[in-house]
């Protein structure tokens, strides 16, 4: 298995807190990638990073924003958190070069937003 | 907009009947990712279509592609139950950077 870990891994808090959920891994991928899992609607790109320091939007990054000062780690931030946050947060990794560029998962964080 | 469309996306079967399910997008694409995701886990690689009528295929499952219909089937034969969870396709549409957009997935059961 890929050597991915997410911090934490269930969380509860309040609307209008700041929240950071991390991202660790072993493996010295390049792309690392975050994406929230709500019903009916599968799997969505909220941000990516292409490398350290390089992070770019997805298709769902309102609200949100992120860092990565080193390889390893890919924080997202919740500046604010609204309920509409409220959902399961997977983190993904994917090889530096050459096919077939794989994405691997981490183990997800469940965030309830109240 | 990119779409990526599945269906069934819920997909009840008896142990030992063969069924398929399907994934359709919208735009061209390099490559088309299968996952599969049991219930209250993370999401397991099954298979990874890089070129026009690639076909793999791994015990039960074989997945194939078709990249001028812009469809991708995922086959299983003679089901298990096993094999019952939730199975998504992703179509890379980020260029070199592999940016995934996911269909919504397709539920399945199996039952004995």
């Known amino acids: 298995d890929a050597g991915i870990t997410q911090s934490p891994r269930h969380k509860v808090t309040e609307t209008g807190t700041p929240v950071t959920l991390r991202c660790h891994q072993t493996?010295?991928?390049?792309?690392m990638y975050w994406y929230r899992q709500d019903p009916g609607h599968g799997l969505r790109l909220i941000h990516y990073?292409?490398?350290?320091?390089?992070?770019d939007k997805g298709e769902v990054s309102d609200g949100y924003s992120v860092s990565r000062s080193k390889t390893e780690d890919f924080l997202l931030t919740l500046e604010s958190a609204t309920s509409s946050q409220t959902s399961v947060y997977f983190c993904?990794?994917?090889?530096?070069?050459?096919?077939?560029?794989?994405?691997?998962f981490g183990p997800g964080t469940r965030l309830t937003v109240t | 907009e990119l779409k990526v469309e599945q269906n069934p996306l819920f997909l009840s079967m008896q142990e030992g009947k063969n069924y398929t399910i399907y994934c359709n997008y919208s735009t061209t694409s390099d490559r088309l990712y299968w996952y599969r995701q049991d219930p209250g886990k993370s999401l397991e690689s099954l298979f990874v279509l890089l070129s026009n009528g690639a076909v793999k295929q791994e015990g039960r499952l074989m997945a194939s592609l078709d990249t001028k219909a812009r469809l991708s089937t995922l086959h299983i034969t003679a089901a298990v139950h096993d094999l019952s969870a939730t199975y998504f396709c992703?179509?890379?549409?980020?260029?070199?950077?592999?940016?995934?957009?996911f269909g919504k997935g397709t539920l399945l059961t199996v039952n004995p």
């Open positions: 993904a990794i994917s090889e530096s070069s050459g096919a077939p560029h794989e994405q691997y």
């Open positions: 992703a179509v890379n549409t980020g260029g070199s950077n592999y940016k995934l957009t």
């Open positions: 493996e010295n991928h390049r792309y």
């Open positions: 990073s292409y490398g350290v320091k390089d992070t």
